[in-house]
């Protein structure tokens, strides 16, 4: 189960009326034929767009040919008004890009002005409203385009999937984890159903799963992916029944979405009821690009799924948890690299991390948790977590999140996964970002985002601070270099007294 759209690409030419319109089509044709080159599939519109009565005739073309993500294309100067009324008729996600020049020995009747031309239609994208993605440098000769659009592709993705996710959510929100309380109004403003529902019908979804004929297929894959990490085999049919419980639970109430994700309550009473801990399940159907978040934590299933989107690989939500000891520090000295020992910290949690993000993983009891309700006998119902260290390399932490008021507000940071044992338990990792500290006091704490973050596994930060852009938060965060300042940040800090 993939979970994710397909992007089915389309160009369509723009041209201003005092312009040459074949200098429009056949620079867009040249743009087409370096995409068939680099193996990149993209449907011509052959519509060229002069006035509104051709802005027309290309959206039923393009509805016609079943394009999803639209790139316009300046191959002169181009027509602002009907071009900004595309971008804006147009219902999926919209990438811009213009021509350049291409030789010296034809600028008379071959030179095309596109370069000024994108700064009239900027304008009357403003005057509409309508936000495009536009490339860092959105100006080129064919086979610089071409690059463009490869950049645009995991954008569109991520856009295309939140227009028809659907979010789970069973069990209320903690009571002791008032962040995870955030207004779920913003999430229908950006197009995402939500679908809460209670414990009792988690359980009422797993007892029916009984007998369901899938249980042993499950179980069996389960038993091949932990070999022997597979530390207490008689809990996973349980488990395998807890997963067909799930799946069969989305694709019956879908609804008019066509992806979904989950946000669960998953203690203290689920335990109790259930007779395990369903973190093992979490990780195997975010494994699949179904992000189970933990503590019903609505918004950080969203992240975790959006960073899911542009990179099509697992993901994870950790807590942001604890410092590193200076001993530990001071043993891994040649494995820190130049990092700052506040660069630093360790982002954990019970056992929901994918095993293909894990070093030595196995099936535990979630250690917490049987302080909690089994104290001084062997564990028990707090069986089912998935522990083991997360593999070095890349990270990202990412949180789109909602404030009491309402208010999108989202944070990205890159570092890497170092290859040192933390010596704890869970799943669990040394993260290193480069001025973490303050990033730490002036962003997340000050800015009052919670304890959970979306981890992905390859820097994507691009892709996702473009989706952000196009899905209207304002409010987008990350680290800044030492003698930067965040607002707020007290300059005089650093100073010391002689």
């Known amino acids: 189960m993939k979970n994710l759209p397909e992007v089915k690409l389309g160009i369509v030419a723009v041209s201003r009326?005092?312009?040459?319109?074949?200098?429009?089509?056949?620079?867009?044709?040249?743009?087409?034929?370096?995409?068939?080159?680099?193996?990149?599939?993209?449907?011509?519109?052959?519509?060229?767009?002069?006035?509104?009565?051709?802005?027309?005739?290309?959206?039923?073309?393009?509805?016609?040919?079943?394009?999803?993500?639209?790139v316009i294309y300046l191959g002169n100067f181009g027509p602002e008004g009907p071009t900004s009324l595309l971008a804006q008729k147009f219902e999926g996600p919209v990438m811009v890009c213009a021509a350049g020049e291409e030789t010296g020995k034809d600028l008379f009747n071959g030179r095309g002005d596109a370069y000024c031309g994108f700064l009239s239609l900027c304008y009357n994208l403003g005057l509409r409203n309508v936000r495009v993605y536009i490339p860092h440098y959105p100006v080129g000769i064919p086979s610089e385009i071409v690059d463009m659009i490869k950049e645009f592709i995991p954008i569109a993705r991520s856009i295309l999937a939140l227009k028809k996710l659907k979010i789970f959510s069973f069990g209320p929100r903690p009571q002791d984890f008032y962040t995870m309380h955030a207004p779920i109004k913003p999430l229908y403003d950006l197009g995402i159903a939500i679908m809460e529902n209670s414990e009792l019908d988690l359980y009422d979804i797993f007892k029916k799963a009984e007998n369901d004929s899938r249980v042993s297929q499950i179980a069996e894959d389960m038993r091949k992916e932990l070999g022997v990490g597979n530390r207490y085999p008689e809990l996973i049919t349980?488990?395998?029944?807890?997963?067909?419980?799930?799946?069969?639970?989305?694709?019956?109430?879908?609804?008019?979405?066509?992806?979904?994700?989950?946000?669960?309550?998953?203690?203290?009473?689920?335990?109790?009821?259930?007779?395990?801990?369903?973190?093992?399940?979490?990780s195997r159907l975010a494994a699949r690009g179904i992000p189970v978040s933990c503590e019903s934590d609505i918004y950080g299933a969203l992240s975790e799924y959006m960073i899911y989107a542009v990179c099509e690989l697992p993901v994870t939500l950790l807590d942001v948890n604890n410092t590193v000891p200076y001993d530990l520090i001071e043993e891994s000295k040649d494995k820190i690299k130049g990092y700052k020992f506040t660069d630093l910290f360790m982002g954990f949690?019970?056992?929901?991390?994918?095993?293909?993000?894990?070093?030595?993983?196995?099936?535990?009891?979630?250690?917490?948790?049987?302080?909690l309700m089994e104290p001084g006998k062997e564990p028990d119902i707090t069986r089912g977590?998935?522990?083991?260290?997360?593999?070095?390399?890349?990270?990202?932490?990412?949180?789109?999140?909602?404030?009491?008021d309402a208010k999108l507000i989202s944070y990205i940071?890159?570092?890497?996964?170092?290859?040192?044992?933390?010596?704890?338990?869970?799943?669990?990792?040394?993260?290193?970002?480069?001025?973490?500290?303050?990033?730490?006091?002036?962003?997340l704490l000050e800015k009052k985002f919670p304890h959970h973050t979306a981890v992905g596994f390859k820097h994507v930060g691009k892709y996702i601070y473009e989706t952000l852009k196009l899905l209207g938060v304002k409010e987008i965060y990350y680290p800044l270099p030492e003698g930067v300042y965040y607002e707020g940040e007290n300059p005089f800090n650093y100073k010391t007294l002689s």
């Not at 051709?54 to 993500?69: G, P, T």
């Not at 019956?252 to 689920?270: H, R, T, V």
């Open 17 to 70: 009326d005092c312009f040459p319109i074949e200098l429009s089509q056949n620079r867009k044709n040249r743009v087409v034929e370096e995409c068939n080159k680099k193996g990149l599939s993209i449907t011509n519109i052959e519509t060229i767009i002069e006035n509104e009565g051709d802005v027309l005739k290309a959206l039923k073309e393009i509805k016609d040919k079943r394009v999803n993500s639209l």
């Open 238 to 282: 349980k488990l395998a029944q807890y997963e067909v419980a799930l799946i069969d639970f989305m694709e019956k109430n879908l609804g008019a979405s066509e992806f979904g994700i989950f946000a669960n309550k998953c203690w203290p009473s689920f335990e109790r009821y259930f007779g395990f801990v369903p973190c093992y399940v979490n």
């Open 349 to 371: 949690h019970c056992g929901n991390t994918p095993s293909s993000c894990l070093l030595d993983y196995s099936i535990k009891y979630q250690l917490i948790m049987h302080r």
């Open 385 to 404: 977590t998935l522990e083991g260290r997360l593999k070095p390399g890349e990270v990202l932490i990412f949180r789109l999140h909602s404030t009491p």
């Open 413 to 443: 940071a890159e570092g890497e996964v170092l290859d040192i044992d933390p010596k704890s338990f869970g799943g669990i990792g040394i993260i290193a970002i480069k001025e973490m500290a303050r990033f730490y006091r002036y962003i």
